[in-house]
């Protein structure tokens, strides 16, 4: 998994911001961390990390202009002194690591989640359903008071040794907000055509240009295309960008979509820069000005074709630093790096409810104090062990528990021998590739057997583990017993027949007839249906357009990505039949809808509240949420009904003596997932590496989840 550094030309070309010279063409973007009011050293060392690991200019997480653009309670708040204390401190620490970060200048307008005692406010009282609530319209005085507010936090920001600035002007925001005929229904100074609607945004970037002078960079996020009901009109979005342009703004930032889009903009089934057209249309009218674009581009590669191309002078990834902070560094060394899934687990999904943002493929994002680097990993060259001899760990399972606990050990200089009992690594996480979308979740398996292998690790494929053998791990220090889940399964008369499979063999379309019927409503009965429901040999662009009528907004087509996995040609009838009122209902709060969506456009059935009787050669028999009794014709009947734990090795293991670590489906399938897989194996791995030096463990693994 070698990576030719050559091949980032235009990635790795210098740029210009305004005064501010940059050493590549990716900007990280801003993320809201759910630290941001936290123990500032926490902020350091996640900004600091990503400094070493080569990032150029940083955008921060928004931070409040004044209490009510609060986003939520863990929100900074530049009115606030205990706020400006802590991001000056972090600006100062940054720019002496040699970091450049931009302060993003922040308000929520409507959709501000401030508590029962303040109401939002924005430019006219337009029920958010995101907020859940009514906001007041801001009169005349509260909207010069939010200017004033705009331009103080600017002038804090260049004090505090911030490097630049970006106002936040898209995602559905106060400011979008203005811009918008949907949420501004006023008639004055401020509304009314598009020319007033766009003056509150102009004068922000006005007066923070004059407050500040010409040499001190303003960027400004632009919302490219809101994708919603009574949204800006495409021309009202490039007249606001020109009209920016000329106030003196030194770069404009485009983003997509509102929180209430039905259009999604940056979950899985979302097509790697779908939306760079859009950033085209906005850089044939910022007279020179840089443009930068982003949402769906998480790779390097992709950054290069989009550079190479002229749709954008500049890339932002913000997903991509957390997957890896080592994003560039590492590309210029031709290392592995890992990948953005945008899976939103543990970022975008907690940071929408304020909680403590990290990332499901590294689950040491957010969490750099108590899990800090033990490795000289800085990405230039190969990886130097920090102490070797710290004794001998076997890990059993190469799923994401196990393959996780084996780079953290080998990262700790424990010599590591990981057993996997299928040909590749991956476990389950090995089906998820094969869905429309995820095929992002293999090159995971790509990294972590690079990373494996950049660490000396022994690994052992094709070798399954049976209890007998257990004792013969007796010269080990520990054995981590990662060995995952068995399908459950479906304890009905015909569960049996040669044509009822259970999920581990749904995601091959070589084993699916015509008719499908899936039995279950987990994640694992959805990514199933969606497989099964993906036949024909559309590019994913096209088939994503078509779902969403996106050929008027985008205008010119992008380049088509190809269909992210083998199809077939057969047009599959597909059921998912479940017992509960909610089909996928521990799906992610961003993605939940998207997918379900995905399935409805698929012609999937869904039946809800059945209980399940028989299956026979006709097909799966039912008694429906009504009380009827039907009969589901299948070809196929595909079993998803939850999990068991793999743990046949715990009881050998305390038989033998030895020491060992459960993590995992091995452990216990309640509340399972990727996202605690990994947390898992890192946090077991602390714990053990720890006990061989007689060092104090980090913590429980509890606030990772």
């Known amino acids: 998994m070698t990576i030719d550094a050559r091949d980032f030309r235009h990635v790795f070309t210098p740029g210009r911001i305004g005064t501010l010279d940059l050493p590549h063409r990716i900007v990280m973007g801003a993320m809201h961390l759910g630290t941001e009011t936290g123990d500032v050293d926490d902020l350091v060392a996640f900004y600091r990390e990503r400094v070493e690991g080569g990032a150029g200019l940083i955008v921060t997480g928004g931070a409040a202009v004044d209490p009510f653009g609060a986003g939520g309670p863990g929100y900074a708040v530049l009115t606030r002194d205990a706020d400006r204390r802590r991001l000056a401190t972090l600006a100062q620490h940054i720019r002496r690591a040699g970091g450049l970060l931009a302060l993003q200048l922040f308000h929520a307008g409507r959709y501000a989640l401030l508590g029962e005692q303040m109401q939002p406010v924005a430019p006219s009282p337009v029920f958010s359903r995101f907020a859940g609530r009514e906001p007041r319209a801001m009169t005349a005085d509260d909207i010069e008071a939010t200017l004033d507010h705009f331009v103080a936090a600017a002038e804090f920001a260049a004090n505090a040794g911030f490097a630049a600035v970006e106002v936040m002007a ?54 490219g295309a809101d994708l919603v009901e009574g949204g800006t009109p495409a021309e009202d979005v490039d007249a ?27 979950q899985t089934v979302v097509p790697h820069g779908v939306w760079l057209p859009i950033a085209r249309r906005i850089k044939a009218v910022a007279s020179g000005r840089p443009v930068i674009a982003g949402n769906r581009v998480n790779r390097l590669d992709q950054a290069e074709a989009c550079l190479a191309r002229g749709d954008t002078d500049f890339v932002s990834m913000a997903r991509p630093f957390l997957a890896d902070p080592g994003l560039i560094a590492k590309h210029r060394a031709g290392r592995a790096v890992n990948v953005c899934i945008a899976c939103n687990q543990a970022c975008i999904d907690r940071s929408l409810v304020d909680e403590h943002v990290s990332c499901l493929v590294n689950p040491r994002a957010g969490w750099e104090r108590r899990y800090p680097t033990v490795a000289r990993d800085t990405g230039r060259g190969p990886v130097v062990v920090v102490g070797g001899g710290r004794g001998r760990v076997v890990v059993v399972g190469g799923g994401p528990a196990g393959l996780q606990a084996a ?3 080998a990262e700790h200089g424990v010599d590591v021998e990981l057993f996997e009992a299928a040909p590749e690594l991956g476990g389950q996480f090995r089906l998820a590739r094969n869905v429309p979308g995820k095929a992002d979740y293999g ?35 520990a054995i981590v017993i990662a060995t995952g889940v068995h399908p459950r399964p479906l304890q009905i008369p015909g569960a049996t027949l040669p044509f009822v499979l259970d999920y581990s063999a749904a995601f091959d379309a070589a084993n699916l007839g015509r008719r499908v019927v899936i039995v279950g409503g987990g994640g694992i009965a959805v990514d199933a249906a969606h497989f099964a429901a993906a036949a024909g040999d559309a590019s994913a662009t096209d088939r994503f357009c078509a779902a969403y009528g996106l050929g008027p907004i985008l205008g010119s087509p992008p380049t088509p990505e190809p269909s992210d996995i083998s199809h077939d040609d057969i047009p599959r009838e597909v059921t998912i039949v479940h017992r509960s009122r909610r089909l996928g209902a521990r799906l992610g709060r961003s993605s939940r809808w998207v997918v379900l969506g995905e399935l409805r456009h698929a012609g999937v059935q869904i039946l809800h509240g059945a209980q399940y009787e028989r299956i026979d050669s006709s097909g799966l028999h039912i008694v429906d949420e009504n009380g009827h009794r039907r009969e589901l014709p299948a070809d196929t009947v595909v079993v998803a009904v939850g999990q068991e734990p793999n743990n046949d090795l715990v009881p050998a293991a305390a038989a033998a003596g030895l020491h060992y ?9 309640d509340g399972l997932d990727a996202v605690r897989a990994f947390a898992e194996g890192l946090a077991a791995a602390d714990r053990l590496a720890a006990q061989l030096t007689k060092q104090t463990p980090a913590g429980p693994p509890s606030p990772l989840r």
């Open 661 to 669: 670590e459960v993590i995992g489906g091995a452990r216990d399938v």
């Open 407 to 409: 780079i953290r050990l």
């Open 240 to 266: 606001f960008a020109a009209a920016l342009v000329e106030v003196g703004v030194d770069a404009l930032n485009v983003g997509i979509g509102w929180h209430e889009s039905p259009v999604p903009t940056v």
């Open 443 to 477: 090159r995971t398996i790509d990294y972590c057997a690079a990373r494996l292998a950049e660490l000396g690790v022994a690994v052992h494929l094709n070798s399954r583990i049976a209890p007998g053998d257990v004792a013969g791990f007796g010269d080990t220090d």
């Open 170 to 223: 898209s995602e559905g925001y106060l400011i979008n907000e203005f811009l918008a005929p949907a949420t501004n229904l006023r008639d004055d100074d401020w509304g009314g055509d598009p020319e007033r609607r766009r003056r509150f945004g102009v004068e922000v970037a006005r007066r923070i240009r004059a407050a500040l002078g010409p040499d001190f960079p303003l960027i400004v996020r632009i919302s």
